[in-house]
């Protein structure tokens, strides 16, 4: 899979980074990712997918290693917004 990091300040300082992919299915046609997707870091992506469907939502796809950076994956909330959430691991190959 193709990622690109997006780094909005000097290495070690707070800002807006993010990462750009090419959109892994197709465009929904309803509600869905036809647009950006917010990712937020977890602390554990486990423990949050299982919140995310205890709570309603449900999982968009399989959680995924991106390497050297850490694991990832896709929810949609009971809103039909698609968001990401990122366990950051460098060590993941």
Known sequence: MEYMLIMTGEKGTEGINGGMLKRPCAIAAGPGSNAYVCTIDVASL?????????????MAMPKMVIPGMGRLGYAIDTEGNTFGMMQSDPTVK
Do not use: L, Y
Not at 48 to 58: F, R, Y
């Open 46 to 58: 486990d423990e949050m997918m299982d919140a995310v469907i205890a709570h309603g939502g449900k």
